[in-house]
């Protein structure tokens, strides 16, 4: 692992782990607990391939936006994640429990918010969404396994 990598893993872990705001509003670090409720829940970040992934031109909608990516159950991931983020962790835990009551409370909490597939509140959520996903991605170490099976892999994560 070079220093710059290792340094990019550091500034992206310490930005994540003392979290992100949305509408003003501090949001608890998407920590191990919320990213297994997240699952739970149906999140797709993540296992999004090629064929998931879809372009919508949204001068359609509003001259002088550009085209923007998106994958199906994006909304879903980026509701979801968010209310995660605004709970205790025992709501948290409960929402392991009871997957189909915690959906509800967080599309009633998008619903609140104002964050529908089509208002300035979800592209605002969505990039916070992005900036939670991306910081967990660059801070988090993957073991080379073809090396490790063969024996030549001498890297140490904890370096």
Known sequence: MTTETKRAQEVAFERAAAGYELFGEKLEPFTARRQAAASAMGLRFGMVDESDIFKVTVETLKDGRQELS??????SDVVLVLWLCTVSKGRVLRALRRVEEAKGEAFDW?????????SA???QAAEVFFKI?????????VPDLEASANGTDESDPNE
């Open 110 to 118: 998008a619903d609140a918010k104002g964050i529908s597939l089509t």
């Open 133 to 141: 996903m991306q910081d967990i991605s660059v801070s988090t170490v």
């Open 70 to 75: 998106f994958y199906n159950q994006m909304f």
């Open 121 to 123: 509140a979800y592209y």
